[in-house]
């Protein structure tokens, strides 16, 4: 039997294109021959132990928001902000909202993204992230990021840092710190992709 998610000939040693973790096409595929007949795994129940919890609520919203189901996602990213504010929730909310059209709304919760997030460091990198992801504040992702690398520097921080840094223009100084992120050839589809929008579709092959 052949795998219609693996090219013919591919070595089945070696990680899948980056490019199979971003087709549209593949992911209906998947959604249909694999998560829509199956059950996800999305947390411990340990984490959520009482019906109504912010976690469940923002778990719930991820998955409503996977599914395209707009309305749901922002039903349910809203309800577990009503609880705790967190920027997690509020980014899914907000987006949701952008789906549905409505920018009042999506400005709204974008204000509480930036409010939630002050202050708590563990957010800079997901910060970082979602402005550069929305083209929002480019200087002030960039800040995030660098303050990241410096205090906590990783693969992951360097991979945003470099993202950042794309985002805003600064190409150079991306491609740089992308191969920072990449100096342990790491496997993650997200950096990969990042890296090979910052240093070329050819990148990663010619390094190994």
């Known amino acids: 039997m052949t795998n219609p998610y693996i090219p013919s000939g591919a070595d089945l040693a070696s990680q899948l294109p980056v490019h199979h ?6 992911l ?14 999305v947390g411990h129940e340990k984490m959520v132990p009482n019906p109504g919890d912010w976690r469940t609520l923002t778990a719930q919203a991820k ?15 809203q309800s577990s ?8 929730a509020a980014m899914i909310a907000a987006d949701s909202a952008e789906k549905l059209g409505d920018s009042e709304e999506t400005a709204r ?3 509480l993204i930036f409010e939630s997030a002050t202050g708590a ?27 990241e690398a410096k205090t906590r520097p990783s693969i992951e921080s360097y991979d945003a840092l470099a993202w950042c ?16 992120a990449l100096a342990r050839d790491t496997r993650d589809p997200q950096l990969r992709h990042h890296a090979e929008q910052i ?10």
Request: charged content about 30%; glycine content about 6%.
């Open 121 to 147: 460091h563990q957010h800079g990198r997901s910060l970082a992230l979602y402005l550069a992801d929305h083209d929002l504040k480019p200087s002030e992702a960039v800040a995030l990021a660098e303050a």
């Open 28 to 41: 209906a595929r998947e959604r249909s021959h694999i998560f829509d007949r199956s059950a996800r795994y």
């Open 109 to 111: 919760l974008r204000s």
């Open 81 to 88: 902000l009503k609880i705790v504010s967190t920027p997690e």
């Open 165 to 180: 840094l794309f985002k805003a223009g600064r190409k150079p100084e991306a491609e740089a710190a992308m191969r920072k």
């Open 21 to 26: 973790y971003f087709d549209p096409a593949i």
């Open 63 to 77: 998955l409503r928001f996977s599914q395209q189901d707009w309305a749901g996602a922002q039903e349910s990213g």
């Open 199 to 208: 240093l070329g579709p050819n990148t990663l092959e010619t390094q190994r």
